[in-house]
């Protein structure tokens, strides 16, 4: 059955662009970090005041963290819809089963099964008239997007391992490169996020006009009962005949 997807891309575009503006955040809140750190280590700056710095930073992590799970849960939950409204067009122009929009994202295989089930279902989706389209945009995203897994994960342990100023300001610069890379992902994913949603949105999508009734064929002849004839009596029978 047929379900629209046009909620969930809404909702998704929503989250992704909050994690991006959280990713912003975070990197320039470092910076307040490094410099309340620094102050901190000669004397300027109270514990109390490092502490609620600290503190704060524990929010922004958190925060950041419910944003990008519940963008990640609606995204899985409507590539799972684009996958399966596919499968009522071209079950197997696919290289793999539905399943995978969902037990792709296990690590390791989640570097390239989740790009592949955009991109079968790119392919399916795209109508006529944009037929020479590539999928140039899915690739695009997808390469941001796992860039910034990369350099996220790398500038988590930096930081988790650093011990001086001059290590936070180092995570810091990190921090700016990952916000970059959040950026353009998340407008690559929202580009192509809205993109399938429109096609699969169109009327005549799941049933085209040309597979419901051909033009060049018509609509199919029926057989109907023909009308019983009316029986003349016969000329002869007195029971018919006038009376003078």
């Known amino acids: 059955m ?38 901190y280590l000669d004397g300027r700056v109270g514990e109390a005041e490092f ?44 290289q793999h089963t539905r399943r995978w929009a969902i037990w792709g994202w296990l690590p390791i295989v989640s570097f390239w099964i989740p790009r592949r089930v955009v991109v079968d279902v790119w392919q399916v989706s795209r109508p006529r008239h944009e037929s020479g389209r590539g999928h140039g945009e899915v690739d695009w995203w997808w ?14 342990r930096m930081l988790a391992r650093g011990e001086s100023a001059d290590d936070l300001a180092t995570g810091g610069v990190m921090l700016v490169v990952v916000a970059a890379l959040s950026v353009g992902a ?19 999508f ?18 109907l009962p023909r009308a019983a004839r009316p029986i003349a009596p016969p000329a002869d029978d007195p029971r018919w005949q006038r009376p003078e």
């Open 143 to 156: 390469g941001l997007f796992i860039a910034y897994q990369v350099i996220d994960r790398i500038t988590d």
């Open 206 to 223: 799941f049933a085209p006009p040309e597979i419901l009734s051909p033009p060049s064929t018509g609509p199919a002849p029926v057989d």
């Open 51 to 94: 502490d609620r710095t600290l503190a704060v930073t524990d929010l922004l992590d958190l925060g950041s963290a419910v944003v990008y799970i519940a963008a990640g849960v609606v995204f899985v939950v409507w590539q799972w819809r684009i996958r399966a409204n596919a499968d009522l067009i071209a079950p197997d122009a696919h």
């Open 2 to 39: 047929f379900r629209s997807v046009r909620g969930l891309g809404v909702a998704f575009s929503v989250l992704v662009a909050l994690t991006a503006l959280s990713d912003l955040i975070m990197a320039g809140w470092v910076w307040r970090v490094h410099g309340v750190l620094e102050g």
């Open 186 to 204: 998340a407008a690559s994913a929202v580009n192509v996020v809205r993109r399938i949603t429109a096609w699969q949105s169109e009327p005549g």
